[in-house]
């Protein structure tokens, strides 16, 4: 229940900010900063990573292990902004950056008569490398909302890494997986800086679970990665780098 309504002030906080900002009686910041094409910055955020699992329906096969489940967790997200405006009301982002979180798998285990759950925490450090296109709406005063879509590469940095004795049984992922992202947005232009508040969600495409044979991965058929990522986002406005691209026409 927290989440959903956590999700809908997020959305009331993009789609309406009057409500919570005045805007009408601002002064207008950074009248300028749509005519400079190259923009940076940086942007910090929290994710909920998780996993869609289409298990194998084959559990009868299978000696002790009975259900499967995941269990998101919360993470952070470290990004680098490069932001180019291409027309008016689109521009070209490039984040690279780092996703931290963790996954937790709940299996249901059978030991001769009795039930339990064996938990295995599945943590994830990404390289992140998504390539999004930004639909911007009008300017109205210091706020302006936008759409963004498109796709990212991460590299699991996390897949490689050597597991314990007291981890096991636990099972590994790909290092590499792809995804398609959407998401909503407002720009808010301050005096100095432009802030913007982010929801986007992140959709993986590849199935990423490693079959090792072990009854653990053999009661998966397909499991894809997926993750809700709310960013603080912080872009500059520098006019000279608007003055070098006027020199080159």
């Given at each position: 229940?927290?989440?959903?309504?956590?999700?809908?002030?997020?959305?009331?906080?993009?789609?309406?900010?009057?409500?919570?900002?005045?805007?009408?009686?601002?002064?207008?910041?950074?009248?300028?900063?749509?005519?400079?094409?190259?923009?940076?910055?940086?942007?910090?955020?929290?994710?909920?990573?998780?996993?869609?699992?289409?298990?194998?329906?084959?559990?009868?096969?299978?000696?002790?292990?009975?259900?499967?489940?995941?269990?998101?967790?919360?993470?952070?997200?470290?990004?680098?902004?490069?932001?180019?405006?291409?027309?008016?009301?689109?521009?070209?982002?490039f984040l690279p950056g780092l996703n931290l979180g963790q996954r937790n798998l709940e299996y249901w285990?059978?030991?001769?008569?009795?039930?339990?759950?064996?938990?295995?925490?599945?943590?994830?450090?990404?390289?992140?490398?998504?390539?999004?296109?930004?639909?911007?709406?009008?300017?109205?005063?210091?706020?302006?909302?936008?759409?963004?879509?498109?796709?990212?590469?991460?590299?699991?940095?996390?897949?490689?890494?050597?597991?314990?004795?007291?981890?096991?049984?636990?099972?590994?992922?790909?290092?590499?997986?792809?995804?398609?992202?959407?998401?909503?947005?407002?720009?808010?232009?301050?005096?100095?800086?432009?802030?913007?508040?982010?929801?986007?969600?992140?959709?993986?495409?590849?199935?990423?679970?490693?079959?090792?044979?072990?009854?653990?991965?053999?009661?998966?058929?397909?499991?894809?990665?997926?993750?809700?990522?709310?960013?603080?986002?912080?872009?500059?406005?520098?006019?000279?780098?608007?003055?070098?691209?006027?020199?080159?026409?």
């Amino acid at each position: 229940m927290f989440r959903i309504n956590f999700i809908i002030f997020i959305f009331l906080l993009l789609v309406k900010p009057n409500c919570f900002f005045s805007q009408n009686t601002s002064p207008l910041n950074l009248p300028k900063y749509d005519v400079v094409p190259l923009h940076f910055g940086m942007s910090l955020g929290l994710n909920a990573m998780d996993f869609t699992i289409r298990n194998s329906g084959q559990f009868w096969y299978l000696d002790s292990v009975y259900s499967v489940e995941n269990i998101p967790k919360v993470g952070i997200n470290i990004n680098i902004v490069s932001n180019y405006n291409f027309h008016k009301y689109f521009s070209l982002r490039f984040l690279p950056g780092l996703n931290l979180g963790q996954r937790n798998l709940e299996y249901w285990v059978r030991a001769d008569t009795i039930f339990y759950a064996h938990t295995m925490k599945i943590e994830s450090t990404f390289l992140d490398f998504p390539l999004l296109l930004q639909y911007k709406a009008e300017r109205i005063n210091n706020f302006r909302p936008y759409l963004i879509a498109g796709g990212s590469i991460k590299v699991d940095l996390a897949s490689q890494k050597r597991i314990r004795d007291e981890e096991l049984p636990k099972i590994r992922l790909k290092r590499m997986s792809y995804y398609y992202e959407l998401g909503v947005g407002s720009d808010f232009f301050l005096e100095y800086f432009k802030f913007a508040l982010e929801l986007k969600y992140a959709v993986g495409l590849n199935n990423v679970i490693v079959p090792d044979g072990s009854q653990y991965t053999r009661a998966i058929h397909r499991m894809t990665s997926k993750m809700l990522m709310l960013s603080f986002t912080f872009e500059g406005s520098d006019i000279r780098v608007f003055k070098v691209f006027s020199r080159k026409k």
